[in-house]
């Protein structure tokens, strides 16, 4: 079986991977219980795909089970399920536009780098920073306790969702920032190793 550098084999079919998969198909069923307002339902598939998050990084160190198809489905089954839920919160009412709309538009932004720097230079890989990484989790912190606070309603939980939707487009806004930094010294350094030609 063929594998990178990095040892992560081309493999598909892994249990990590499988997990992910699993991870991405409850996204329709987590967002449908979100638009019809059971929210019960809509929390425990959102707890149950968090476990999964956790296990399949697990599972891939611990079973020597890394991937080239796990390394970008992980990641994407995370951003898909985070976009689309601020979404259809956004459209029930239950989080503003103005929160949404930063945590859509650093994803379209970081989309279309990645998509620029594919076409246009050999780079693959794009590791997260800290700040990406501290973004990451405010906003699967922010939808767990705003469903939390729909379901039980305890005033503590209520004060913590308005904390976290506060900070969620500032993390956004900062980390969104660093990614487009990132992504033009890239380009740049692609750019000069380049050879000149005289015309």
């Not at 550098?5 to 329709?28: D, E, K, V, W």
């Not at 969620?168 to 692609?190: E, K, W």
């Amino acid at each position: 079986m063929s594998s990178d550098s990095n040892g992560r084999s081309a493999r598909i079919l892994t249990i990590p991977n499988i997990l992910s998969l699993l991870r991405l198909f409850c996204i329709p069923l987590i967002l449908l219980f979100m638009w019809e307002r059971d929210l019960h339902w809509a929390l425990i598939l959102f707890v149950a795909a968090g476990v999964s998050d956790t296990l399949d990084g697990m599972l891939a160190r611990l079973l020597k089970q890394k991937t080239l198809f796990g390394m970008y489905l992980d990641p994407a089954a995370d951003k898909l399920l985070l976009s689309s839920s601020f979404l259809v919160l956004a459209l029930t009412g239950e989080v503003s536009w103005l929160v949404a709309g930063f945590v859509l538009g650093r994803d379209v932004v970081l989309v279309a780098g990645v998509v620029v720097l594919v076409l246009t230079t050999q780079t693959r890989r794009f590791p997260p920073s800290v700040l990406g990484k501290a973004n990451t989790a405010v906003q699967v912190a922010t939808v767990f306790v705003l469903l939390l606070d729909e379901v039980y309603a305890y005033r503590w939980l209520h004060l913590l969702r308005l904390g976290l939707l506060g900070l969620t487009p500032v993390l956004a806004a900062l980390s969104g920032t660093q990614y487009v930094y990132r992504g033009i010294d890239i380009f740049r350094r692609r750019r000069a190793r380049q050879p000149q030609y005289e015309t």
